[in-house]
């Protein structure tokens, strides 16, 4: 399902630049290479083996090239559990629901994974006039132990990055110089990025501006968003 | 008189030092200083930790998130159309630049192309905020250092293209101006010519700043070689847009990425410096506020005829896929790695603003520097609170 948009796009161009990346990684990674996506002329995605992520760093960096360190995050792929309640209460009586939705099915997006977290990454190539590409990193975080190994020692903007990804959804980076809090204050409970985590303005009080995408009386044109609230 | 020889001099010159080394080594002690979060010197609520040595700095840490808003996970309760209202208060002194890369991901997603007098008029309101938010960092820099006169020209400057993104967009700092494929409205009539008359007055302003600061003595005795950057540790940290160009780094999202703009179209020249240091980064950020002005007269003189919306349909739904685009904003490299699930609300937004890059290379760049010198390399990597805590 998530994977259609690569067949919506027009099938000409090739992209000898980013197949070779991807070439370069399989040499360097081996089996650890797990999946890989092209957009041609856009972008591309690698995942790698969890085992793996320290070394893809080292080889991208050094291999490939790619010194420029874009940035570090997570992916929960938990559908929020709280539905689309989470959109305002309005929005769920125009669906038809009742009562506290349950999560759905965790669906991973392009380059497909198995657990619920993801560690995302962007490095590129920067300062060749005509020569710039960047690639996305990926790699699953296992559900019985939170963890990957740190960039830090490869890309020392790593840093900030896993810092707020530990505070945000309770990933471990093996292997990090200080796991400290970045934003949040000191004794905050909770990862407040992670899909279960409610966010409570909204269980309090609905969104006012939802009233933007209730469908005009009248008008034909499109799906109803009450339509679309039952589909997840 | 009596005649003191070579020798006796020298003698006197080491036993001076010899006493002052002593001296060094008995006085210091450690001593924490607090740089913020309210401080003049910090604009912004960013706090410093700085362990210092006498006048050195042993350590210094910056200590954020005193703003933090909680951006990307009001966007997952946002629909597409209403994340542009969130997003515009990231970097508030360049607030256009901010909506476009988001926009510009959502179309990506679902394969929208925004007609030409779109974007014609992005590009032209993209450069325009970046002059509006480089003006006040000429001005501010200057009143970083002592200099006051600086901040006054700044402030009246910027306000003649405020007000001419007023006219267009309604609002001076937040627009909200950008749709999915394409804008919200066309340009009022008459505003290109007052526009390129703007420009002028934003090119006289530079010519001030130069004249009034770059020869100063004292500023240049108070930026040259401070705060070196080389540019291998500029990448490792991801520094990027004139921080990353003072290094000698020849990469500009502008020319090198250009889809969604025009900037392929236009005269313009990407400006680098190979110093690396504090100057470096406030000479560099002066010539693009030049190149900017280029580029808005330019924007003005081409933009074509024709729609400025493409068809969408009024309840966007963004399908399925993950997108990631970057633009050269003018705090540097700011990009969206957006997640659909062909939802109303987007599944999952990784925002990656410029400063927060930018700043977290502060502990590496300011261990060993002088207390003063700690203000002038905060000024000279120029953030936004609002940039780096989201």
Not at chain 1, 62 to 72: E, I, R, T
Not at chain 1, 211 to 226: I, K, L, Q, Y
Not at chain 2, 282 to 302: M, P
Not at chain 2, 353 to 358: G, P, R
């Amino acid at each position: 399902m998530s994977d259609t948009t690569a067949t919506d796009t027009p099938p000409a161009p090739t992209d000898e630049l980013r197949e070779q990346l991807i070439a370069k990684l399989g040499d360097a990674l081996g089996d650890s290479l797990i999946d890989s996506h092209l957009l041609p002329g856009t972008d591309v995605w690698v995942r790698v083996a969890t085992d793996a992520w320290a070394e893809v760093a080292e080889v991208a960096r050094h291999k490939l090239g790619a010194k420029y360190f874009g940035f570090l995050s997570v992916i929960d792929w938990l559908p929020s559990p709280f539905g689309r309640s989470m959109d305002s209460e309005v929005d769920r009586v125009l669906a038809g629901e009742s009562g506290t939705p349950e999560a759905g099915e965790i669906v991973q997006g392009v380059t497909g994974g198995d657990s619920r977290f993801q560690v995302l990454a962007r490095v590129a190539h920067v300062g060749e006039p005509g020569n710039y590409w960047g690639i996305n990193l990926k790699a699953d975080i296992p559900d019985d132990s939170l963890e990957v190994s740190t960039w830090v020692k490869t890309y020392a903007g790593a840093d900030w990055h896993e810092r707020e990804a530990w505070e945000m959804f309770g990933i471990g980076f093996v292997g990090h110089p200080g796991l400290r809090h970045l934003y949040l204050p000191g004794d905050f409970e909770g990862h407040p990025m992670r899909k279960d985590f409610p966010l409570l303005a909204r269980q309090v009080k609905p969104w006012p501006g939802i009233v933007d995408v209730e469908p005009m009386p009248g008008s034909g044109d499109d799906d109803a968003p009450a339509e679309e609230g039952a589909e997840s | 008189m009596t005649a003191i020889t070579d020798r006796q001099k020298l003698q006197y010159i080491a036993a001076q030092a010899a006493d002052a080394r002593v001296n060094v080594e008995l006085e210091t002690e450690g001593m924490t200083l607090n740089i913020g979060p309210q401080h003049p010197a910090t604009h912004g609520t960013l706090r410093i930790v700085a362990r210092l040595d006498g006048e050195q700095v042993i350590a210094a840490e910056p200590i954020c998130g005193y703003m933090h808003r909680g951006y990307e996970k009001l966007t997952e309760v946002r629909t597409y159309a209403q994340v542009t209202t969130l997003v515009n208060r990231i970097d508030w002194l360049g607030s256009f630049a901010n909506e476009v890369p988001f926009i510009l991901a959502a179309e990506q997603l679902m394969g929208v192309e925004a007609p030409p007098r779109a974007q014609w008029i992005r590009t032209l309101l993209f450069e325009m905020s970046r002059i509006s938010n480089l003006i006040l960092f000429l001005g501010d820099m200057a009143v970083q250092l002592g200099a006051v006169t600086p901040a006054f020209f700044a402030f009246r400057d910027r306000e003649y293209v405020l007000d001419q993104i007023e006219r267009v967009t309604g609002g001076r700092f937040h627009p909200n101006f950008d749709r999915i494929g394409g804008l919200k409205d066309d340009l009022p009539k008459g505003w290109l010519a007052d526009t390129k008359a703007t420009m002028d007055k934003v090119r006289s302003f530079c010519d001030e700043i130069e004249t009034l600061l770059m020869g100063a003595e004292i500023f240049q005795a108070r930026t040259r070689g401070i705060g070196v950057i080389p540019h291998d540790v500029a990448q490792q940290y991801g520094l990027s847009g004139a921080n990353a160009r003072a290094s000698g780094i020849d990469w500009d999202l502008r020319r090198d990425q250009p889809s969604g703009m025009v900037y392929s179209e236009l005269d313009w020249k990407v400006i680098t410096h190979p110093d690396g240091d504090s100057f470096a980064r406030f000479w560099v950020r002066l010539q693009e506020v030049r190149e900017a002005a280029k580029i808005v007269e330019q924007c003005c003189d081409g933009v074509p005829g024709g729609p400025i919306m493409a068809k969408v349909p009024r309840i966007i739904k963004v399908p399925a896929g993950e997108a990631w685009v970057s633009t050269e904003n003018p705090l540097g490299e700011m990009g969206y790695y957006v997640v659909s699930k062909g939802d109303l609300t987007p599944f999952r937004v990784k925002i990656r603003s410029a400063s927060f890059n930018n700043v977290a290379i502060a502990p590496w760049i300011l261990r060993g520097v002088y207390v003063p010198d700690i203000i002038t390399i905060l000024a000279s990597l120029y953030f936004i609170l609002g940039d780096i805590d989201r």
